[in-house]
């Protein structure tokens, strides 16, 4: 009975972080690798399942408050699925091991770009 309360607890922190728009989806991936053991392949499906209905959500209210730039967004839709989709493809041919390095700098480029446009002072213009 007590396996399901800890990948719960994760789930709800970081959906709750995901609708403060904080990245809830990447630390619910590194939850899922770090703590609970999912292979990594398997948590980024998880994390595929955990985005799309909120990104979809997100996405309705956006274009009712007429926050979407419509060209942007039809220019960046069908190669921005495309690439996605190759991407995932190329995924399930690799060792599982070899995505933890390119993900692991997407993290540290993310956070150290943060933590320099908030030294800088630029963290509340970029919001």
Known sequence: MREWI???LFGFGTGILS????GGGTL???C????????????????LLF??????????????????DG???????IPGA??????????????PRLLRIPFGVFLLYAGA????NTWRGKGKESR
Not at 19 to 22: D, I, N, S
Not at 38 to 44: I, K, N, T
Not at 52 to 58: E, F, I, M, Q
């Open 6 to 8: 800890l990948p719960v």
């Open 19 to 22: 609708a403060w728009g904080v």
């Open 28 to 30: 619910l991936l590194l």
């Open 32 to 47: 899922m690798t770090l703590f609970l053991g999912v292979d990594q392949r398997e948590a980024q499906a998880i994390n």
């Open 51 to 68: 985005f799309l209905p909120t990104a979809g959500v997100s996405l309705i209210f956006h274009a009712k408050n007429g926050y979407l």
């Open 71 to 77: 060209p942007v967004w039809r220019r960046a839709a």
């Open 82 to 95: 495309a690439v996605s989709l190759a991407a995932a493809l190329l995924a399930l041919r690799w060792d």
């Open 113 to 116: 770009s943060l933590l320099w």
